[in-house]
């Protein structure tokens, strides 16, 4: 018996990719400028960020970075609990636990890993998880860690997540959702969801990601839109890298729940705090992402002329009042061809295809931004016409 090779397994896999127009194409973005971007020596205006209030620019965030790294040097040098936790960092906590209505939030240094470290802090082998099928991958593979039962339910169906619940009635259980769909654009039906945690004794999490910043007053996010409590929503989530421009993510809750995270949310403890820079710079985002409310009034201005504008043009979107609006194509080969006629006439539109959506929706993920102007949107709406065609 011969032992099968892991790398010809991994090229064979690759291989099949490659066949189904699946391949993931890595490109290297060359400058940037305020909505466009350069790749292979063309500008193009970008509508793939997830830059949704234009700060990732900002020169309140720059200069934050640049005095902080004056002051603190560039990396952390330790983990939170050994002596990389520094002033910079517990302020921006601060200020994240106060925009969002929680008693205390906990830095992580990615979202990917906040989701990890908590969901395999709360849930161990007897425990069920149970998510929408939209889910960010993040969560799901989160629960794979954990080692529960992980159930899904169907997208943002309060009845079949109860359906779910009711298989374990016995079970500690946490319900899991994205609070905005991170490629449909779509919110989480979430008074449903915390009404049915609260009868089930199941915790609600809610991952924010693609909502602090675009949604509610002052931004504070989808779970503030929907003036769910600290109580109805004990998990939030949310990142620093999409709205507030930054990079990392946090979360928040009542300040037992981050207490007891902080002692066994392994992403948490085993891993170098984040540069405190960076968190000097999240700390001028959330200033800026509160209170410069003509970046959202603008967003919403840009959604409602791109979605008029689609309806004019006949295109296909999804129903999402939400900076992520989804041009669905379908096939993923159709995706690609789509995307590059885009490209050639000046737009930065990647094809999102399986396993990132499900098989056969395939589609255009297109992201607006407060730095876009009402006639990058029209100009993008002729071009996406032209590529349908
Ligand atoms: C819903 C959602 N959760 C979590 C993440 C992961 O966050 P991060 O990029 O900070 O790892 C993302 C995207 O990256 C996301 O869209």
Known sequence: MTRPSLIQRLAAAHA????????????????????????????LLNFASNDYLGLA?????????ARAAAQWGVGATAAHLLGGHREEHAALEEALAHWTGRERALLFSTGYMANLGVISALLGRDDVCVQDKLNHASLVDAAQLAGCELKRYVHADCTSARRQLDTRPDRAALLASDGVFSMDGDVAPLADLAALCNAQNATLMIDDAHGLGVLGDEGAGSVAAA?????????????????LGVAGAFVAGRASLIESLVQSARTYVYTTAMPPALAAAARAAVDVAR????????????????????????LTLADSHTPIQPVMIGASAAAVTVS??????????????PPTVPEGKARLRITLSALHSESDVERLLDALKAALA
């Open 16 to 43: 099949e990719r490659a066949k189904y127009a699946l391949l993931r194409r890595l490109r290297t973005v060359e400058a940037v400028d305020g909505a466009h971007i350069r790749i292979d020596g063309r500008r």
């Open 291 to 314: 209170f410069e409310d003509w970046r959202r009034d603008r967003l919403r201005h840009l959604i409602a002329h791109f979605r008029a504008g689609a309806a004019l043009h006949g």
């Open 227 to 243: 003036r769910l409590s600290q109580d109805d929503v004990p998990i939030l989530m949310a990142t620093l890298g999409k709205a």
């Open 57 to 65: 620019q900002h020169p309140a965030l720059r200069e934050a970075l």
């Open 340 to 353: 590059a006629k885009l490209e050639n006439a000046g737009f930065y539109a990647p094809a999102i295809r």
